[in-house]
């Protein structure tokens, strides 16, 4: 099935957060007020109650001076999510168009998807023990509806729509950018992780909007799950086998020379 | 069938191990065994029904919490209040020698009931130096890397992450000491009398003789004679 997703082009973002506030009002979540840390930025990060932000991001350039950059920053919905891996309970899933959606019923708020997150972007919501993240609006997406956030978006900095005419229309943007004063604007997320099933326009480069350059899965998270959870456990019933075996040749051993284990050895 | 040898009590005994290790050891095993079995619900795909014999998987973990706080507690007054059994216990660990490579090289056939002569022992033989040095190790790692997931916002991502594989190899090494430690302590024909060691704090005398001659002489045998 076609990818549906979201591109995001922060040239057009006037750092509004009609986006913010439209996803409160779509998922029906609580304001989360945290102090003010001298800048514009509503929250630090992304929180139980809060799917996405714009981060507001200083850059002091040699040339340019101060720039200010904005970014919308939420759940990436990779198309090879490692949080779905590491989840115990299942309670993770994909749809066939590309949203990483979480059922709250079975969620244990472990944590295992937050530190398994390239992004570290699932976050604690403490009244309900559980991990949330940004849900693609796939509810609205199915019955034919765009997201909460992009519907919302006064500026057009957000769009929705099929990501193969999402990424020729990026391609577009880029080139454009590029001639006007942007020469190192880009395209995230077409292939970072493999693909994410969110589309960034850059005026610059990641590292510059508070974005890994080449997210990567941390290796302990591999070690541990392609090596630890699969193999390792084996150990316990072999020993346990063992022990099934040695209770029997052991009293069969003894029977044959009864003397030896009179009354515990010897 | 004998499951573990009769305990004698008219027999002269000697002191195994006092309260305190009693209290501690079993103390750690019903812990051990509730955070074992409420864990392994997460650890093992496809076992939710582990998960409901505590009430589903928020009940298991509160159970694997509330046995991790009593573990910790435990282990906090086996070092404090057994600080110098624990000392003792450590100096013996420390006494690995040609002896207790002889008994782990002979071990696997004594295991499977060979009768095999094995070279006096220390208060601890080879195999138990083994599993005192290991199982511990692995229940403080487990200790460790248990907090820092319980608690991950005060500790930098970089050690949880850490700390999730930590644990499960922690976990894994640890049951395989504690149930090869389990059987070889109970139904093992060989060593059934070291169950009554633990249990009641005593082992008859002959037996400490035969298994732990060198621990014996040292600790009873003055004794000895005036029996």
């Not at chain 1, 004063?181 to 077409?190: D, L, R, V, W």
């Not at chain 2, 076992?47 to 919490?65: E, P």
Request: hydrophobic content about 40%; glycine content about 10%; aromatic content about 14%.
């Amino acid at each position: 099935m076609l990818k549906m997703t979201n591109l995001y082009d922060v040239s057009k973002c006037t750092a509004c957060r009609g986006c913010q506030v439209a996803c409160k009002d779509w998922n029906q979540l609580p304001a989360v007020i945290e102090p003010f840390t001298g800048n514009y930025q509503t929250h630090e990060t992304t929180n139980g109650d809060t799917y996405t932000i714009v981060k507001f991001i200083e850059q002091i350039d040699d040339v340019k001076g101060i720039q200010w950059n904005f970014l919308k920053f939420q759940c990436m919905h990779c198309f090879d999510p490692e949080c779905m891996k590491v989840c115990p309970t299942d309670c993770i899933k994909q749809t066939e168009w590309g949203a990483v959606i979480k059922d709250y019923d079975k969620c244990i708020g472990c944590h295992y998807c937050t530190y398994a997150c390239p992004f570290e972007i699932p976050q604690y919501r403490k009244r309900q023990d559980i991990t949330t993240k940004c849900t693609l609006c796939y509810e609205r997406v199915e019955e034919g509806l765009t997201p909460a956030c992009a519907r919302t978006c006064p500026t057009g900095a957000l769009q929705f729509g099929e990501r193969e005419e999402l990424l020729i229309q990026a391609r577009e943007r880029v080139k454009f950018l590029k001639a006007n004063g942007f020469p190192n604007a880009t395209i995230y997320g077409e292939k970072e992780l493999g693909g994410l099933n969110k589309l960034y326009v850059l005026t610059d480069t990641p590292d510059k909007f508070d974005l890994p350059v080449d997210p990567k899965v941390s290796g302990n998270i591999g070690f541990w799950q392609n090596w630890v959870q699969p193999y390792f456990g084996w150990l316990i019933p072999v020993t346990l086998g063992a022990s099934a075996l040695s209770f029997v040749t052991s009293r069969l051993l003894a029977n044959k020379a009864p003397a030896h284990t009179e009354g515990g050895h010897e | 069938m004998q499951w573990i040898p009769e305990y004698k009590a008219d027999v002269p005994r000697v002191e195994r191990f006092n309260f305190l290790a009693r209290f501690s050891h079993w103390g750690h095993t019903v812990t051990f065994l509730l955070c074992l079995f409420t864990g392994l619900a997460l650890f093992l795909s496809d076992a939710g029904w582990l998960a409901a014999i505590f009430g589903g998987y928020a009940g298991a973990g509160l159970v694997h919490r509330i046995a991790a706080v009593g573990l910790t507690i435990i282990l906090a007054i086996g070092m404090v209040a057994g600080f110098k059994g624990i000392i003792a216990w450590f100096q013996d660990i420390l006494r690995f020698g040609v002896n207790d490579i002889m008994f782990i090289v002979k071990f696997p056939l004594e295991f499977f009931g060979f009768p095999v002569k094995v070279p006096p022992q220390t208060r601890f033989n080879g195999g138990e130096k083994g599993n005192s040095m290991v199982t511990p190790t692995m229940v403080i790692l487990l200790v460790l890397s248990g907090y820092i997931m319980w608690f991950p916002a005060i500790f930098p991502g970089g050690l949880v992450r850490v700390a999730y594989w930590t644990h499960d190899i922690a976990m894994v090494l640890g049951t395989v000491m504690v149930s090869m430690h389990a059987y070889l302590g109970s139904f093992h024909p060989g060593s059934g009398e070291s169950f009554w060691g633990m249990w009641k704090g005593t082992v008859r005398a002959d037996w400490a003789k035969h298994h732990h001659a060198i621990w014996y002489e040292e600790t009873y045998g003055d004794k000895k004679d005036a029996e």
